[in-house]
C-alpha cells in the first residue's frame, strides 16, 4: 500500500490511491483467481512447453531493469524471433524508434508490423545492440546495424542513438512508482522466457 502521510493525501484520496496502486503480485493474484488462468510460469513449466528454452535470471533480471527504466520514455513490444537461436543468454524485444512524447500522432506506434517504425535489440546478459532484424524476416539478422556498436545495457544503447542529454532529462521525468509497478510485472510474467 501507500503510505496516505507521505504522498500528502486525506484518507479518502488515499484509499483511491492505493485501489489502484496494488502490487503488480497482488493484481496477478487476484487475475488467476478469478479467471482461473496461470500468469505467473516457472522454469519447470517449460518441461510442458515444446520449444521454450527458460531465459537466464541473470539476463532476464538486467533486461526488466533496463526496460522498467525507460517505460515511459519509449514503447517496446516483443517480436516473433525471440525464439532464435534459443539461448538462454540472449533475447529479442523491439523498441520504438521514436520517443513516446516524439511521435506526430501523440501515441505510441500501435502498428507492430510495421518496420519502420521499431528497432529489434538483441538484449544479452553482459552486452546489447540494435539489430538489423526485421519483423517481416524469415530468417532474422541479429547482426548490428550499421553504425551502432554493442553496448553494456540499453540505456548506453539509447544515450548513442539519441544523445545523453535527452536520455537523461527523459529518465529524470519519470514516475519511480510506475518503474518499479512495471519491473515487478516484468520479472512476474517474464516476457523474455513466454512472451
Same mark, same amino acid.
Given at each position: 500500500g501507500i503510505n496516505a502521510e507521505y504522498m500528502g493525501e486525506t484518507p479518502t484520496t488515499a484509499t483511491h490511491t492505493t485501489h489502484f496502486t496494488s502490487s503488480p503480485q497482488h493484481?496477478?493474484?487476484?487475475?488467476?483467481?478469478?479467471?482461473?488462468?496461470?500468469?505467473?510460469?516457472?522454469d519447470c513449466d517449460a518441461d510442458y512447453t515444446p520449444d521454450i528454452l527458460p531465459k537466464s535470471f541473470m539476463m532476464e533480471n538486467k533486461g526488466y531493469d533496463d526496460l522498467s527504466l525507460f517505460c515511459t520514455v519509449f514503447p517496446f513490444c516483443s517480436t516473433r524471433h525471440n525464439k532464435f537461436g534459443e539461448d538462454r543468454n540472449m533475447c529479442l524485444f523491439r523498441i520504438g524508434k521514436l520517443m513516446c512524447d516524439e511521435n506526430p500522432t501523440g501515441n505510441p506506434p500501435i502498428d507492430f508490423e510495421d518496420g519502420g517504425r521499431w528497432h529489434t535489440v538483441r538484449y544479452e546478459k553482459e552486452r546489447c545492440v540494435l539489430t538489423q532484424c526485421k519483423e517481416s524476416d524469415e530468417i532474422p539478422n541479429i547482426d548490428e546495424l550499421p553504425g551502432c556498436e554493442t553496448h553494456l545495457?540499453?540505456?548506453? @544503447?539509447?544515450?548513442?542513438?539519441?544523445?545523453?542529454?535527452?536520455?537523461?532529462?527523459?529518465? @529524470?521525468?519519470?514516475d519511480l512508482l510506475l518503474q518499479n509497478a512495471v519491473k515487478q510485472l516484468l520479472t512476474l510474467v517474464r516476457p523474455f522466457t513466454w512472451g
Open positions: 493484481s496477478i493474484s487476484h487475475l488467476e483467481l478469478c479467471l482461473g488462468y496461470n500468469f505467473v510460469l516457472r545495457n540499453l540505456y548506453m @544503447a539509447m544515450r548513442a542513438q539519441f544523445t545523453e542529454e535527452r536520455i537523461e532529462s527523459r529518465i @529524470a521525468e519519470a
